[in-house]
C-alpha cells in the first residue's frame, strides 16, 4: 500500500481490465499503431479514434484522455513514452513524465482505479529493467503525494519476462504491494 493505494502486478492483456481506466502506450499522433496502442484501438472501437483526432496529437511525456470506447473502462488515458536511444537523452525523465501525466488525470477525473501497461518498452525499445524501477517509483510518489485519492494501481504486463521484471524492481524497492 502506498498512500492508501494497492499496486497490483498482473500478467494479462490490458483491453479486458476492470479498473476505470486503461493507458495507452501511445504514440505522438493517438491515431493508432501497434502492439498495446493497436490492441486497445481495435478492442475499443471507432469511437476511441473519433476522440483521438480531435485531441491533435500528444507530445512524448505527456498524456491525454478519451472515453473508453467499447472496452469495459470508463477512460483510456494516451500516454506517450520515449522512444529509447541510449538512455542519455531524456529517456528516463519523458518516461516518468508520461506516468506522473497518466496518474494526474486519473485523479483530475476523481478515478480510483487505473490499469498500465509498460510504457515505452515494446516498439520503442526502452530496456524493461531500467523501465520498470522508473514506473513503480513514479506511481509511488504520485501517490505518497497524493493519499487517499486512487485505490488500486494495476501493471499489466504482457509477458512472464515483463512481469518478472517488475516483480524484480518491486523487490529492490522494498515497497509492500
Known sequence: MEGGARIELVQGDITRQDTEAIVNAANTSLLGGGGVDGAIHRAGG???????????GCATG???????????????????????????????AALASAYRRSLELAIEHGLRSIAFPSISTGAYRFPIGEAAPIALGTVR???????????????????AVDLHAYEAALDASGAPV
Open 46 to 56: 471507432p469511437s476511441i479514434l473519433e476522440e483521438c483526432r480531435r485531441l491533435g
Open 62 to 92: 505527456d498524456a491525454k484522455i478519451t472515453s473508453g470506447g467499447s472496452l469495459r473502462v470508463r477512460f483510456v488515458i494516451h500516454a506517450v513514452g520515449p522512444v529509447y536511444r541510449d538512455g542519455r537523452h531524456g529517456e528516463p
Open 141 to 159: 510518489q504520485i501517490l505518497a503525494a497524493r493519499p487517499g485519492t486512487l485505490e488500486l494501481v494495476r501493471f499489466v504486463l504482457f509477458s
